[in-house]
């Protein structure tokens, strides 16, 4: 089964508030990226974390990667229009290297 | 550079039939992977390359063959389609193993009656 799960399944946003999707793993990662993708179109890499508890962050967004390496979330602050899409969070497990495994994804839709 | 092409965009097939859908990268890049999207499901993985000559099974291998001839091109086949297979196909690159930043390509939208 899916080890990889991802919470909120939706989110209904007005523009300009902030939100958080989460990312979490049964197992724990090597590695944690996150991608976007618009309505029609396809997966488009954001961002890679690697070490325990890192934090990046990409103008509204912030990455973390949690301390035990099992969780990860993506905060947007001042959500904008341009932010509606699917955000997927993947992973890998030391003892499944070449195989990248995708969470479900958050389906954000933002409200003017 | 075009990235990751596929094709074709669109295909209806029926049940029992064959087909390969193309995937192809000039980006040199070493890993190549097949996943397939269905609605509440994400991204699954159905099979992967880590060079020329090598390939392995994802989450979901059954009913689908690849092979890896050169670098650039990574098919893949429908032995005998199902309506089980309906789905978006998307083809990925990345420069050496999963662990890199994954390449998208457009995907293939395939619906089996």
């Known amino acids: 089964g899916q080890q990889v799960m991802q919470i909120p399944q939706y989110q209904h946003v007005q523009e300009g508030e902030d939100f958080t999707t989460y990312c979490n793993s049964s197992?724990?990662?090597?590695?944690i990226q996150w991608y976007k993708q618009r309505p029609g179109g396809h997966p488009v890499f954001l961002i890679q974390?690697?070490?325990?508890?890192e934090v990046k962050k990409q103008k509204r967004l912030t990455f973390q990667f949690g301390e035990a390496k099992k969780n990860s979330s993506l905060h947007i602050t001042a959500t904008q229009t341009t932010d509606v899409g699917t955000y997927f969070c993947?992973?890998?497990?030391?003892?499944?290297?070449?195989?990248?495994?995708f969470g479900a994804g958050t389906q954000v839709v933002v409200t003017p | 550079n075009a990235g990751v092409t596929q094709t074709p965009k669109f295909q209806v097939l029926k049940t029992g039939q064959s087909m390969t859908l193309q995937c192809a990268q000039d980006?040199?890049?070493?890993?190549m992977s097949w996943y397939r999207q269905d609605p509440g499901m994400g991204l699954r993985l159905i099979h992967y390359?880590?060079?020329?000559?090598?390939?392995d099974q994802g989450e979901v291998p059954n009913g689908y063959n690849v092979s890896r001839s050169t670098t650039e091109d990574f098919p893949l086949r429908l032995l005998s389609a199902a309506p089980s297979q309906t789905s978006v196909y998307f083809c990925?690159?990345?420069?050496?193993?999963?662990?890199?930043?994954?390449?998208f390509g457009p995907g293939t939208r395939l619906t089996v009656l």
């Open positions: 990925a690159s990345s420069y050496s193993d999963s662990a890199d930043t994954q390449y």
């Open positions: 197992t724990t990662l090597s590695n």
């Open positions: 974390l690697v070490k325990s508890g």
């Open positions: 993947a992973g890998m497990t030391t003892d499944s290297w070449g195989k990248l495994q």
């Open positions: 980006m040199n890049h070493e890993y």
């Open positions: 390359s880590v060079g020329a000559g090598i390939t």
